[in-house]
């Protein structure tokens, strides 16, 4: 399908926020149009405001307010007495053509900072933890976490004939499937704090002071190399060629 004097399409951002303060670090690829070839930036009225990345997976600090959600669904036991509660946070989009619900998508698609974005990935994460003194020790004996993470994600509102429907049913199981991987790199991040926190031993601590300065080091060091894991795998997959980059050109132009 020839689209000329098609509008610009965003670049696409892979974006994490810290587990700590601050902003959000951000990490961008190459702008493209529907047919392939490169192209600026968006300005306001473009199917993407300036600045706007396609999908954003924002992996939040420990408490991340969460809005409320329709779907529900529980994943597989992560450990032996806790389970992750995922669920879908959806968003209405609409169209009859792929270039249609493609702006509808930037028109709607969820907002992180200045940015519209296809879909995102936050998390909530509590714990129950408990310290004991053991002699002259600090001791962490329990910490349970409490996991829920939120996919929001568009849903498309208008009735679709074929081949239409196939091309929305690749495009938003492609999505889906992306942000379920992040979904994944969560969980693999708390199983790895919850393994390396229970048993944790600080010596000379019998007030239970120090040992939450040296958790919190660690912690910090597991948050960034999640960070890390994420952006690195949202550069391969939003790069030109990549699996988010060509389920949007098959979606907008299946050529």
């Given at each position: 399908?020839s ?30 149009s ?18 706007a ?12 307010p ?6 529900f ?16 946070e959806p ?20 907002k ?18 408990k ?41 938003i199981?492609?999505?889906?499937a ?37 958790l ?40």
């Amino acid at each position: 399908m020839s689209m000329p004097n098609s509008p610009p399409h965003p670049t696409f951002q892979a974006t994490v926020s810290p587990s700590g303060r601050g902003r959000n670090s951000a990490t961008a690829a190459r702008p493209f149009s529907p047919t392939g070839r490169r192209c600026r930036q968006a300005d306001e009225g473009g199917i993407f405001p300036r600045a706007a990345g396609l999908l954003r997976s924002s992996i939040g600090r420990l408490s991340v307010p969460l809005l409320a959600a329709s779907l529900f669904f529980a994943t597989g036991a992560m450990a032996q007495d806790w389970q992750a509660v995922e669920r879908v946070e959806p968003y209405s989009v609409q169209g009859t053509t792929g270039l249609d619900i493609y702006r509808s998508i930037g028109e709607r698609g969820p907002k992180l900072g200045v940015a519209r974005v296809i879909a995102h990935t936050g998390f909530k994460l509590t714990w129950t933890r408990k310290y004991e003194r053991q002699g002259n020790a600090c001791v962490i004996t329990v910490n349970k976490p409490k996991l829920i993470i939120t996919y929001t994600l568009p849903q498309l509102k208008t009735k679709l004939s074929e081949p239409m429907k196939s091309r929305w049913d690749t495009f938003i199981a492609g999505v889906t499937a992306h942000e379920k991987i992040h979904g994944d790199f969560i969980k693999d991040m708390v199983k790895e704090i919850e393994a390396m926190s229970v048993g944790m031993r600080v010596e000379d601590d019998p007030a239970c002071k120090k040992i939450r300065p040296a958790l919190q080091a660690r912690l910090g060091e597991l948050s960034q190399a999640q960070r890390a894991r994420s952006r690195d795998f949202d550069k391969v997959e939003m790069s030109e060629g990549g699996n988010v980059h060509q389920l949007i050109l098959q979606f907008v132009d299946p050529r």
